[in-house]
């Protein structure tokens, strides 16, 4: 008989207690976490722009969010495979450098929510994050063809592959498009963490009359940004607005929202609406844009024939080019 009485008075206690305890703010108890590429943190650029996205949903959805910095890619798979044993909420692959890394643990942690930006794998538990970075580069290489003195203008690439292929090819594509005798110098440094690299580059090019150039290489680019603040010239930024590097130099920056891109997937998960699959940002939807500073920066006949493509491919009267096929078939459309 002491012993059910001391059951039920344990038990009472355990109930009482329960219903004492405060409640936790919705999603409170959910971390999200992202995985970046071997730039890490301070890259100026997508790696920054993707803790913004979580910092807003720490803010906005009362998550708790978790940076793991890679510094060389045999870190990916343990980075993440780390992340999801502690059956993190929503593990995020920041850059394509990370796709075969997604690929494999995304498919050992079935129950796991994952999100890649900047590449694609086919899987029901990876919202693929997607930009259409020819539309930004395009609108920036419309600006360097109409702010160019010497009729030549530079492109300063990372790696060379089909994503910074889409940067080029639309920055191409917009110089032809408002200066069709602009030459286009072309490089590719051969990686996204060498600013010394990049500086080196872009002198070469600054070298060669060049006296606009536009960079999608990580930090490498940063080197190019470097370079046009000590000659006195021009550099275009990347991802996020650069402008505050060099304010005399950076005359614009094709800005990609990949915080934008990091905040919806994890609204989905605070949501509890996740879903796998592909998601694309382009102008219509928000997610590239040139930089707000761009109003300080040049000329208002630029801004305005920038703005009036911006509004025309928004439209759907024209589509830039994202790969060399199609820039062959492409055909400039005429200026208003």
Do not use: H
């Amino acid at each position: 008989m002491r012993f059910d009485r001391v059951v039920v008075v344990l038990t009472l206690l355990a109930l009482v207690a329960c219903a004492c305890a405060p409640a936790k703010p919705a999603g409170s108890a959910k971390t999200f976490a992202m995985v970046t590429d071997q730039n890490g943190l301070g890259d100026q650029g997508f790696n920054d722009s993707a803790w913004a996205g979580l910092k807003m949903a720490e803010k906005e959805l009362g998550i708790k969010p978790k940076v793991v910095e890679s510094r060389e890619q045999s870190q990916y798979v343990p980075n993440l495979t780390s992340l999801a044993e502690q059956k993190t909420d929503l593990v995020i692959g920041v850059g394509f450098l990370l796709t075969d890394a997604v690929k494999e643990v995304a498919a050992k942690y079935p129950k796991v929510n994952f999100a890649l930006v900047d590449s694609v794998v086919d899987a029901p538990n990876v919202a693929n994050l997607l930009f259409k970075e020819q539309d930004g580069s395009f609108l920036v290489g419309a600006i360097a063809g109409l702010m160019t003195k010497t009729n030549v203008v530079g492109f300063v690439g990372g790696i060379e592959g089909d994503l910074i292929k889409k940067f080029e090819v639309g920055y191409r594509a917009g110089v032809k498009t408002t200066n069709p005798n602009c030459q286009v110098l072309v490089a590719y440094v051969g990686s996204f963490g060498d600013p010394a690299k990049g500086e080196d580059f872009a002198n070469a090019q600054y070298d060669q009359k060049a006296d606009i150039i536009y960079q999608a290489a990580g930090q490498t680019g940063l080197g190019v940004i470097n370079a046009a603040k000590k000659r006195n010239l021009y550099a275009i930024g990347v991802d996020m607005d650069q402008n505050f590097l060099a304010p005399n130099n950076v005359i614009t920056s094709m800005i990609k929202r990949v915080d934008m891109a990091v905040f919806d997937a994890s609204k989905m998960v605070a949501n509890g609406k996740f879903k796998g699959g592909i998601y694309t940002y382009g102008i219509a939807e928000g997610g590239i844009d040139i930089a707000p500073t761009s109003e300080k920066t040049l000329p208002k006949d630029v801004l305005d024939k920038a703005l009036a493509l911006k509004d025309r491919i928004k439209k759907g009267e024209f589509t830039p080019p994202s790969t060399e096929a199609e820039f062959a078939k492409f055909t400039p459309p005429a200026l208003k």
